[in-house]
């Protein structure tokens, strides 16, 4: 009987362990830091990393990619339990923390590399994406700017951006303020 429940016991915990399904979906929303605590919040999200996408220099740094010199965003790689939280609703947090109308970057980040970016890895994504889009111009009658791009390949960021707002709490809340962000937030999305 033992042996039986031992065995029962090991099927169950190996079932158990495989409904884990992790994927990866990318977003570029100005600062990576402001970016990274949205998402680190959700149920379901597993880690987030601070980096690059869409650009074309391999392995570039953040001086290169702020100076505009790589075509990169700055972007944010959310590794996920889509079992416990789908892409649609990362998608839905990734809109409530930009603002889709400013073409120049995000809050007081300026430039090309702090423009907002929904990236997409197969058409089902990008359906979703175009759908909310269709849906906020219609909501504001405004046109979003955000762009939206495929998906090819993530460089992480130098390690003193990863987690910058939890190991940095105080210049990060400080540099959030003076950005204003949750007051444009507050005021785009009540």
Request: glycine share 6%; charged share 30%.
């Amino acid at each position: 009987m033992s042996r039986l429940f031992i065995i029962i016991l090991v099927c169950l915990l190996t079932q158990t362990a495989n409904t884990s399904e992790k994927d990866k979906a990318y977003f570029a929303g100005g600062c990576f830091w402001c970016v990274e605590e949205s998402f680190e919040k959700l149920n379901g999200v597993i880690e987030v990393i601070s980096g690059y996408a869409g650009g074309t220099t391999e392995n570039p740094t953040y001086k290169e990619v702020t100076y505009g010199k790589t075509g990169h965003f700055e972007v944010v790689e959310v590794i996920y339990d889509n079992k416990k939280i789908s892409y649609e609703e990362l998608l839905k947090n990734f809109w409530i923390n930009i603002d889709p109308f400013d073409a120049y970057g995000q809050f007081c980040d300026k430039g090309y590399s702090y423009r907002s970016v929904a990236f997409y890895k197969n058409l089902n994504q990008k359906k979703l994406i175009l759908r909310d889009i269709k849906n906020l111009e219609k909501k504001f009658d405004k046109k979003v700017v955000t762009y939206i791009r495929e998906f090819k390949k993530f460089f992480k960021a130098e390690d003193y951006h990863q987690d910058f707002y939890k190991i940095k709490f105080q210049k990060y809340i400080k540099y959030k303020k003076a950005c204003r962000r949750e007051e444009i937030l507050k005021n785009i999305w009540q």
